[in-house]
């Protein structure tokens, strides 16, 4: 593995991708759920009461609720459940949702994260045509002697923890979904409402043009420079905004004016 980060980290690796996953269907049903400013600890308990998880466990719920929902998409201050929700139920949940609810995760847990931009990309660079349980364990090994962990693992919980790994790249659409033989790797590409509501969220949250162009987040989708500029181009033609550049020069002269006015232009708009 070429790069996986160093032995200081701030950020560490967990097994939080164990208890979850994608969980696209559940995350769909609490952001339908979720009132705004709702906390975690609330919205679990009215699951539980109303058994919105069907025959789920309490434990169970809460872990959805609170170990996964809540460190995706109610951090900062709900901001990005209330984004979310509003695309939610005025537009229907395609790979936009799947694309979209694959950052926040990957924002979430570095673990996820670097299970793409550093596993999957590695066995891309190396030609490699799928993974597998043993390979993704390697990995973790890696990680572990670099002090990615704040304890060792057990070799039991490495095996779980890539197994939850491969299972959330299938559901996000990276690789197959067939567990039972070596995961193929699949080529990906963004929808454009999520590739248009990443370039609004970074702007709002005060990156230059030449920062939103060229932003870390973008490799969590696979994008390197050039296709995100083909991309942000691209929706420039739909009316998003003017994009611009030459060389290192960005320029995008963008059309709302918050993250809230992008977000209805994104319920409305066709494409």
Not at 103 to 127: H, M
Not at 180 to 191: A, G, N, Q, V
Not at 213 to 218: E, T
Not at 245 to 267: F, K
């Amino acid at each position: 593995m070429s790069s996986v980060m160093a032995k200081t980290v701030s950020d560490p690796y967990t097994i939080r991708i164990s208890k979850g996953a994608a969980l696209l269907p559940e995350t769909r049903m609490l952001l339908r759920e979720w009132k705004v400013d709702e906390d975690a600890a609330s919205l679990a308990e009215r699951v539980l009461e109303a058994d919105l998880l069907g025959k789920a466990t309490a434990r169970r719920v809460r872990d959805i609720v609170q170990r996964c929902f809540a460190p995706r998409l109610l951090s900062p201050a709900g901001c990005p459940a209330r984004h979310m929700k509003r695309l939610v139920e005025n537009r229907s949940s395609n790979d936009w949702f799947r694309d979209l609810c694959l950052l926040y995760s990957a924002r979430a847990d570095r673990l996820l994260r670097d299970s793409i931009t550093v596993f999957l990309t590695d066995a891309i660079n190396e030609g490699r045509l799928s993974v597998t349980v043993d390979t993704a364990t390697a990995f973790l090994c890696e990680a572990e002697e670099k002090g990615m962990m704040e304890s060792p693992w057990a070799a039991e919980t490495k095996k779980k923890v890539s197994r939850g790994v491969l299972k959330a790249l299938a559901e996000f659409g990276l690789l197959s979904t067939n567990s039972r033989k070596p995961r193929e790797i699949l080529s990906f590409r963004p929808h454009p409402i999520a590739v248009a509501y990443l370039a609004y969220d970074l702007h709002f949250s005060g990156k230059s043009d030449a920062g939103v162009a060229s932003h870390q987040d973008w490799s969590i989708w696979q994008c390197n420079k050039a296709v995100v500029r083909e991309s942000l181009d691209e929706l420039s033609r739909h009316g998003l905004w003017v994009f611009q550049a030459a060389g290192n020069v960005v320029r995008i002269t963008w059309n709302a004016s918050t993250m809230e006015e992008a977000v209805d232009v994104l319920v409305g708009i066709n494409i």
